[in-house]
């Protein structure tokens, strides 16, 4: 069975400062984990995936997160925030044993102040 | 086309009335999932359609709700006598076939079907 559990519904930032959502899982096999960014009124978007090959990936919109095995988890960051980061996130995992059905994350909705 | 590709973007409909949700998806993928995303719920697992092997369905979440793929295209999700608690907005995807030993597919998603059920 996989899990995902992002520790924050909400994060409010200023505008110019880090972002930081935090994301844990749990997988009996070696996972594959992504970020999705969805904007409102509009689909799902990849930023970015960790597929087991290098730890601290680098995603779009100067976004990256680092696979940390010892921890189960895979914080999203990014060094400063921008106005048009405003959305909700979500954290996903996924295992080719379970058929490669991705398993949410219950969201995080960032909120960027001017 | 460029994208996936889900019809009706809205859907407003009576309580016990079916309704039918189509996805487009992207040209050449083979995996297609179908996720509900409600209020408060978060997005959950429908359906997967991988090539012409037989669809998992284990995420529906009762008989009523159904859906198709024809000639491996195409997908057509039907919810019938449809409840107030059907309503949310349905997110097809599509994707390549498992790639490599990591399996870790790119899902492509669509802007979704929202449902609401009166």
């Known amino acids: 069975a996989q899990s995902v559990t992002q520790l924050d519904s909400h994060v409010s930032v200023s505008e110019g400062t880090p972002v930081l959502l935090r994301c844990n899982y749990s997988?009996?096999?070696?996972?594959?984990l992504f970020w999705y960014v969805q904007h409102p009124n509009k689909g799902l978007q990849l930023l970015l995936k960790?597929?087991?090959?290098?730890?601290l990936v680098k995603g779009i919109n100067g976004f990256e997160a680092e696979f940390k095995k010892s921890e189960t988890s895979f914080h999203l960051t990014k060094p400063s925030a921008h106005m048009s980061d405003a959305a909700e996130y979500f954290c996903?995992?996924?295992?080719?044993?379970?058929?490669?059905?991705?398993?949410f994350g219950g969201g995080t909705r960032v909120l960027v102040k001017p | 086309g460029a994208g996936v590709s889900q019809s009706p973007s809205n859907k407003v409909t009576e309580k016990g009335k079916d309704v039918e949700l189509r996805c487009d998806p992207i040209?050449?993928?083979?995996?297609l999932y179908w996720y509900r995303q409600s209020l408060g719920q978060g997005l959950e697992f429908l359906i997967y359609?991988?090539?012409?092997?037989?669809?998992?369905k284990s995420g529906l979440p009762s008989d009523r709700f159904s859906a198709e793929r024809t000639g491996g295209s195409v997908s057509t999700l039907t919810i019938q006598r449809t409840q107030q608690e059907d309503s949310a907005v349905y997110l097809c995807?599509?994707?390549?076939?498992?790639?490599?030993?990591?399996?870790?597919?790119?899902?492509?998603f669509g802007a979704g079907s929202r449902l609401t059920v009166l």
């Open positions: 995807a599509s994707s390549l076939a498992l790639q490599g030993s990591s399996g870790a597919n790119v899902l492509t």
């Open positions: 997988s009996s096999y070696s996972p594959s």
């Open positions: 960790y597929t087991s090959a290098a730890t």
């Open positions: 996903v995992v996924t295992v080719k044993a379970a058929g490669n059905k991705l398993t």
């Open positions: 040209s050449g993928h083979t995996a």
């Open positions: 359609f991988q090539g012409n092997s037989a669809p998992d």
